[in-house]
């Protein structure tokens, strides 16, 4: 490798807004041949809000309350819907991929998806589906479901055109999200993805990284920006963390973007193939 061509490479990167950490990344991104995208701030926009809350106001109150202690988006966007003073939780136990448990006002509380309801030990009797394109999360008090918020979460408008640019490279594009089932296909069929998994918890996002490792020609590469993605992020050949995310993902990623558009993996592979050119 030619310093030079490096130092163009890495320079051109930074100008799109792409940090790349090394050498090796920067040689490895072109041999990409499959991208593996987390779903929340990631391909959506990650600021989602509140449409609505299907319970008790008083029980929104106290959901918000317990959510104080979670950095997730869907936490930040009840959080939102609630405007005034909150008691403090306590006994807080975040259980990353699925929701939130803990005390408030004297109540135990859980919030999240169906898998921690399970663990709360309540039975879903209704709203099991929600509509196309909403992320539901339920809300148990005391062992008793007490309601449920639909939340939406937008598509960022540059992701449908990142996943076509990658078609055009040969490059297959999956989804692999915490969210469940519904949610994630309806973003999937919404951008013409070549594969979608759901109400994946971060181990499995690292079993899905290596399948897909194992199946493909060439390289692996995962894009996220949550704690979640983090280890999914290091299995990966090249990670690549979304700027706007959590600190503990572009610590563990190889390229950061630097703007929370999806493209810059194009961008990023594209000059890669172009510095790796000039090397040879
Ligand atoms: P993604 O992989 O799409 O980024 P996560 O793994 O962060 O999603 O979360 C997966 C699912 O867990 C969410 O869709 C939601 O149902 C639930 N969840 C996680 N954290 C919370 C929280 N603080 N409040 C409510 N639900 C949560
Ligand atoms: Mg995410």
């Not at 008691?87 to 807080?92: A, N, R």
């Given at each position: 490798?030619?310093?030079?061509?490096?130092?163009?490479?890495?320079?051109?990167?930074?100008?799109?807004?792409?940090?790349?950490?090394?050498?090796?990344?920067?040689?490895?991104?072109?041999?990409?041949?499959?991208?593996?995208?987390?779903?929340?701030?990631?391909?959506?926009?990650?600021?989602p809000s509140l449409d609505q809350w299907h319970g008790d106001a008083a029980d929104l109150r106290l959901a918000a309350a317990l959510q104080q202690g979670s950095e997730h988006p869907l936490a930040r966007?009840?959080?939102?819907?609630?405007?005034?003073?909150?008691?403090?939780?306590?006994?807080?136990?975040v259980h990353v991929g699925s929701g939130i448990e803990g005390r408030v006002a004297g109540h135990h509380l859980f919030v999240g998806n169906q898998a921690l309801m399970q663990r709360a030990g309540v039975v879903l009797s209704g709203g099991i589906t929600a509509p196309?394109?909403?992320?539901?999360?339920?809300?148990?008090?005391?062992?008793?479901?007490?309601?449920w918020a639909d939340l939406a979460d937008p598509l960022r408008p540059e992701s449908a055109a990142a996943v076509a640019a990658l078609r055009a490279r040969h490059i297959t594009s999956w989804l692999v999200s915490g969210d469940a089932r519904a949610a994630v296909d309806h973003a999937a069929e919404q951008l013409g993805l070549d594969g979608a998994f759901a109400q994946v918890l971060p181990a499995g996002k690292v079993e899905r990284v290596q399948q897909l490792q194992a199946q493909s020609a060439g390289l692996v590469a995962m894009v996220g920006d949550g704690v979640n993605d983090a280890p999914a992020l290091a299995?990966?050949?090249?990670?690549?963390?979304?700027?706007?995310?959590?600190?503990?993902?572009?610590?563990?990623?190889?390229?950061?973007?630097?703007?929370?558009?999806?493209?810059?993996?194009?961008?990023?592979?594209?000059?890669?193939?172009?510095?790796?050119?000039?090397?040879?």
């Open positions: 490798a030619t310093p030079a061509a490096v130092v163009t490479g890495t320079g051109a990167a930074a100008r799109h807004g792409i940090l790349i950490r090394d050498i090796e990344t920067l040689q490895r991104a072109h041999r990409v041949r499959a991208v593996i995208f987390d779903k929340t701030g990631t391909l959506t926009q990650g600021r966007a009840m959080l939102a819907a609630v405007d005034e003073t909150l008691p403090q939780p306590e006994d807080l136990k196309a394109g909403v992320t539901r999360v339920w809300m148990a008090r005391d062992g008793e479901l007490v309601g299995a990966a050949d090249v990670g690549i963390a979304m700027g706007s995310g959590a600190e503990v993902a572009m610590e563990t990623a190889s390229i950061t973007l630097m703007r929370p558009d999806p493209r810059l993996v194009v961008d990023a592979i594209d000059i890669s193939a172009a510095t790796w050119r000039t090397i040879r």
